[in-house]
């Protein structure tokens, strides 16, 4: 069974700071990582993924997270945030897929509040 | 978002009513996984179907909710006897291919149906 936990449910953060959003997630199995964002009223659009290699991901955006697998962590950061990013953030994993079938599990999300 | 569409956006209903909801996956994938946001719970896997077959319903309630994908037309998620409760928005998405070489699916999804229930 997978997991996801995202501690902070909402942050606020003044614009042109940094910021930083947590994701640590739980597996019995290697796993994939990954960062959506929900725009008010719309769907979710991947912000950024973790599948192998380099654990310094860089994603669209401006946005990068870094997966820590000592510390089962996935967090996502930006050096600094525009007005635009007022959005909801989650953080989702999901075990390799072998091109079938594939679960993803989402976290409940952490609303970034930019403020001006 | 593209690709992927859901009908209606916005659905409002009186308790005890049946909703529909709508999903057309992105073209050429017979595939399609639907979730549930509520607010405050972020999303929850509730059934994942191919065209005719129902893969995974571990997340489907046990009662009032059911879902098809038949061989022709978009895969349907209907909920009979709305109660309040049920109000949230209600995603479909496809899975995509990463790339030729990864192996690894992405999910895509649509804009979403929210669902009201007075």
């Known amino acids: 069974a997978q997991s996801v936990t995202q501690l902070d449910s909402q942050v606020p953060v003044f614009e042109e700071a940094p910021v930083e959003l947590r994701c640590n997630y739980s597996s019995s199995v290697s796993v994939y990582l990954f960062w959506y964002v929900q725009y008010p009223n719309q769907g979710l659009q991947l912000l950024l993924k973790?599948?192998?290699?380099?654990?310094l991901v860089k994603g669209i955006n401006g946005f990068e997270a870094e997966f820590n697998k000592s510390q089962t962590s996935f967090h996502l950061r930006k050096p600094s945030v525009h007005i635009s990013d007022t959005a909801e953030y989650f953080c989702a994993v999901s075990p390799p897929s072998s091109g079938g079938y594939q679960k993803v599990t989402f976290g409940t999300g952490t609303k970034l509040q930019v403020i001006p | 978002n593209a690709g992927v569409m859901q009908n209606p956006r916005h659905l409002v209903r009186r308790r005890g009513q049946e909703a529909r909801l709508r999903c057309s996956p992105m073209k050429g994938h017979s595939h399609v996984y639907w979730y549930r946001q509520l607010p405050e719970e972020g999303l929850k896997f509730m059934v994942y179907l191919q065209k005719e077959n129902i893969i995974d319903e571990s997340g489907m309630p046990k009662e009032r909710f059911s879902a098809e994908f038949p061989k022709e037309g978009p895969s349907i998620l209907r909920i009979q006897q709305v109660v309040r409760g049920d109000s949230a928005a209600y995603f479909c998405?496809?899975?995509?291919?990463?790339?030729?070489?990864?192996?690894?699916?992405?999910?895509?999804f649509g804009a979403g149906s929210r669902l009201t229930v007075l």
């Open positions: 998405a496809s899975l995509l291919r990463d790339s030729p070489t990864s192996g690894a699916n992405v999910l895509t």
């Open positions: 973790y599948l192998s290699g380099s654990t």
